[in-house]
């Protein structure tokens, strides 16, 4: 039987066929799913997904978007604040203004 390794959309692949890599070998077979989060929408998040889409905003900029980057920076009382589209761009720009190289 071949071994069976979880895909980001929760189907199973070979292992076997994951570039070759042997590191692979012996992970169990997909069973069930892991839930990262649900998807939920509470209160106004529907009003404000849909008002995106109309004013073709579905974008890491807008007026959503600045409104809640002005809120985060008052809440925390900084002058600014930078809404970001995922943890890996959260990570990268910590890593940039840290100086790496």
Same mark, same amino acid.
């Given at each position: 039987m071949t071994t069976k390794i979880p895909t980001v959309n929760?189907?199973?692949? &070979?292992? &076997?066929?994951? !570039?070759?890599?042997?590191?692979?070998?012996g992970i169990?077979?997909?069973? &069930?799913k892991v839930w990262l989060s649900s998807p939920t929408m509470h209160g106004e998040e529907l009003f404000f997904v849909k008002e995106a889409i109309e004013t073709n905003w579905v974008s890491t900029i807008g007026k959503n978007i600045n409104e809640l980057e002005k809120g985060v920076a008052k809440y925390l009382g900084m002058k600014d604040a930078?809404? !970001?589209? =995922?943890?890996?761009?959260? !990570?990268?720009m =910590?890593?940039?203004l840290a100086a790496e190289r």
């Open positions: 929760g189907s199973c692949v &070979d292992a &076997d066929n994951i !570039l070759g890599d042997s590191r692979f070998n169990k077979a997909c069973e &069930d930078v809404a !970001l589209s =995922c943890g890996t761009a959260s !990570l990268h =910590c890593v940039k």
